[in-house]
């Protein structure tokens, strides 16, 4: 069993350019969750879809910020003109089931730095 | 806003004793999960409790929840080095709410 895949793991971008981030969840689950994690805190939610559908984006931030879960392919969160204020940890997360109070499958993050 | 506070923020401990851990939350909950984080590494599930329940128990891990006095303990007996690690609640307002994490407490086993 696959769990959720995430790539790149290292990505480093300069400052205005574009920084994307794939998640490909566990076989079978529909749902994707993103966060944001900066040293020695805790993970910050920024977005939850479901297959072709955003279902709250209430932490992403409005601007340069954007994310999808097409019907085929993975997940993308996609930075526009990176900042160094962007450099994060960010994860992805998948569930079977709906709603983000139950358990949550976690990959192994990608680590952006931005120059 | 943040939701779940983890206590102590750090702690280290001799191998093979118990390690506590704290949460404390600020509003009503529909469950609260832990979470475990090696360095560099996402996280890993370890127990959710539903605000219905007072205690669970997986293996050396011990969960309780006091939703009168908003908090929770993550209790790990018997503590082995690969224990050491990050450790997070979340907490979830209601079944289709976002999760909140904490900011965790960084739990070190001394050999």
């Known amino acids: 069993n696959a769990g959720v895949m995430q790539n790149p793991r290292h990505l480093v971008r300069r400052r205005g350019q574009e920084a994307r981030l794939r998640c490909s969840p566990v076989?079978?689950?529909?749902?994707v969750y993103w966060y944001r994690q900066l040293p020695e805190e805790g993970l910050k939610f920024m977005v939850y879809?479901?297959?072709?559908?955003?279902?709250?984006e209430s932490g992403m931030p409005k601007e340069r910020f954007s994310a999808e879960f097409p019907k085929e392919g993975p997940s993308i969160l996609r930075i526009q003109q990176v900042v160094r204020g962007d450099s994060a940890a960010y994860f992805c997360a998948s569930s079977p089931i709906a709603g983000t109070g139950n358990e949550q499958f976690f990959g192994p993050g990608t680590r952006l730095t931005v120059l | 806003s943040q939701q779940g506070e983890e206590d102590p923020q750090a702690l280290s401990i001799q191998e093979g004793e118990n390690a506590t851990m704290n949460c404390s939350y600020k509003?009503?909950?529909?469950?609260l999960q832990w979470y475990r984080q090696n360095s560099g590494r996402g996280l890993v599930h370890l127990i959710l409790i539903r605000s219905n329940e007072r205690e669970k128990h997986s293996g050396r891990l011990r969960v309780t929840l006091d939703t009168s006095k908003k908090s929770s303990s993550l209790l790990i007996t018997a503590s082995r080095a690969a224990d050491t690690a990050s450790y997070f609640c979340a907490t979830a307002m209601n079944r289709d709410d976002k999760i909140i994490f904490g900011k965790g407490t960084r739990l070190h086993i001394l050999p």
């Open positions: 076989k079978g689950h529909s749902h």
């Open positions: 879809l479901q297959k072709e559908n955003i279902i709250d």
């Open positions: 509003t009503s909950i529909n469950n």
